[in-house]
């Protein structure tokens, strides 16, 4: 049986992160807050507190499972609103330097691609209809409140649209806000060191168009992912969305001009080590206009170093880790956070005081889970250009990962497995099984 932890819970911000919390969080409190400053829409268009929104969001099978666990019928509704199944392996094309492509296999699972902000309007109508949750728009937190001691945070300050401030109390707090600036502000406050940041600076651009799929569009594939090369650092994505569209984008590192009009995009598609978004898109027909995006690196705050952090305060997400979007894993990891959070609850839940110290025990617990994304983010350092400290075994690293990537390709077995941990369903821990891992280090040492 579910006990209760508190009357009132607040989230900040109606993103993935908040949205996932915000349900996590009504099996637990009498009545949840989420405090939105953006107007949230009726329909699945962006909005202005998530631009990223209008570039091509992934959701990998590890990220939909681990929201099925809040929202049951998502996947069932995602689809009836128009997201498409692909099947991973045997639908989608992987172009990657060695492999153009990577062999073919039905890798056993799906994902369901479609805009984010379709995704978004999806969960966000789940967390409508539960009862004790609601849903305040256009409400700007300006500040966490804390304690007279210091050692909690009590609730928080916000404008409304009318430039009314509140404040409002709550037994809990979590801050899915994305850039993290009401922790850190509450951290100074009160007096409590900032969590150290690890940041991978790669200057990345992106340029995201939607062409209409054409009649003559190729049947062996759905989806098409190009990896860059470490020469070029170009890449790209293609991926069937809701309405008979691809959404595509094109990328580039290190500062790289990205293409502003449908021309450019299609010439800078061309660059790619191969066609195959090229002959795709050449023909279509464009739809809207290109969006540009810049993203100057990957960040992970320690916050698990940190020695003493407010009690009844959870930041989560964004706030806590930032990827490379171009490996598609922001928002599976958000909602994996949320499931960490879950099974803390529950394991307190005879406590005498559950909320007491549960940041910190979350701040450990979500290791396990940032470890094989933030691992897949560390590779940018192929790049000569990447800023930041490059891991002292980072030569090892990917000596071991190409050889694994060959084993992969070779191996039906080992292709799965490691689809599987770059979709978040498995930890990074299933590649180092012992067979794998020798299979590996024999290619290897043939090559040396
Ligand atoms: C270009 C780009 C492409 C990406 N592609 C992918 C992808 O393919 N797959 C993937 O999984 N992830 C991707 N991501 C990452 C993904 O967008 C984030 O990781 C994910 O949205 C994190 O969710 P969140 O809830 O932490 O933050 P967000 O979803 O950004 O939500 C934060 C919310 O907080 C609100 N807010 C902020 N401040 C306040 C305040 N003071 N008061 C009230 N509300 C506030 C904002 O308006 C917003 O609604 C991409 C990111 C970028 C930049």
Request: charged share 20%; hydrophobic share 40%.
């Amino acid at each position: 049986m579910t006990s209760l932890f508190g009357r009132h819970a607040i989230v900040v911000g109606a993103g993935i992160g908040g949205l996932t919390a915000a349900k996590a969080l009504s099996s637990y409190f009498v009545n949840v807050t989420v405090l939105e400053r953006d107007a949230l829409p009726t329909a699945p268009i962006v909005r202005t507190g998530t631009p990223q929104a209008r570039q091509i969001h992934v959701l990998l099978r590890g990220g939909l499972d681990a929201l099925m666990e809040f929202f049951p019928e998502l996947e069932a509704e995602l689809e009836r609103a128009g997201a498409v199944r692909v099947r991973v392996g045997s639908e989608s094309l992987l172009e990657m330097p060695g492999f153009d492509p990577f062999p073919r296999r039905d890798l056993g699972f799906d994902y369901l691609c479609m805009t984010r902000q379709l995704m978004e309007f999806v969960a966000r109508r789940f967390v409508e209809r539960q009862s004790n949750i609601a849903l305040n728009s256009r409400c700007r937190v300006t500040q966490l409140v804390e304690s007279p001691n210091r050692n909690a945070v009590t609730g928080v300050r916000y404008d409304e649209a009318n430039g009314r401030s509140n404040e409002i109390a709550a037994d809990f707090i979590v801050d899915a806000s994305s850039r993290g600036a009401l922790t850190l502000e509450l951290l100074d406050r009160v007096g409590l060191l900032r969590p150290q940041e690890t940041e991978i600076g790669i200057d990345l651009r992106y340029a995201t168009a939607m062409f209409e799929i054409p009649p003559s569009a190729p049947c062996d594939w759905r989806a098409v992912l190009h990896r860059p090369a470490a020469q070029s650092g170009r890449g790209g994505l293609l991926v069937p969305v809701e309405n008979n569209c691809w959404q595509v984008n094109l990328t580039g590192m290190h500062g790289q001009l990205v293409p502003e009009s449908v021309g450019e995009f299609i010439a800078f598609a061309k660059t790619l080590r191969t066609q195959t978004i090229h002959d795709a898109i050449k023909d279509a027909v464009p739809i809207g206009p290109i969006h540009r995006f810049g993203f100057p690196g990957s960040i992970r705050r320690h916050f698990e170093r940190l020695d003493s952090f407010p009690d009844r305060l959870l930041p989560l997400g964004d706030v806590i880790c930032r990827f490379n979007p171009a490996f598609g894993q922001g928002m599976s990891v958000a909602a994996q956070e949320v499931g960490v959070l879950k099974r803390l609850i529950e394991a307190r839940s005879l406590d005498a005081d559950p909320l007491n110290g549960l940041a910190q025990s979350f701040f450990v617990a979500i290791q396990d889970f940032l470890a094989a994304p933030w691992t897949v983010t560390e590779s940018d350092f192929i790049f000569e250009k990447t800023r930041g400290q490059r891991p002292n075994d980072f030569h090892q690293r990917l000596k071991l990962n190409l050889a694994l990537q060959r084993v992969a390709s070779e191996d039906a077995t080992v292709h799965q497995i490691m689809s599987e941990v770059t979709h978040l369903m498995k930890r990074s821990s299933a590649l180092r099984d012992p067979q794998i891992v020798s299979r590996a280090t024999a290619l290897m040492s043939a090559s040396t």
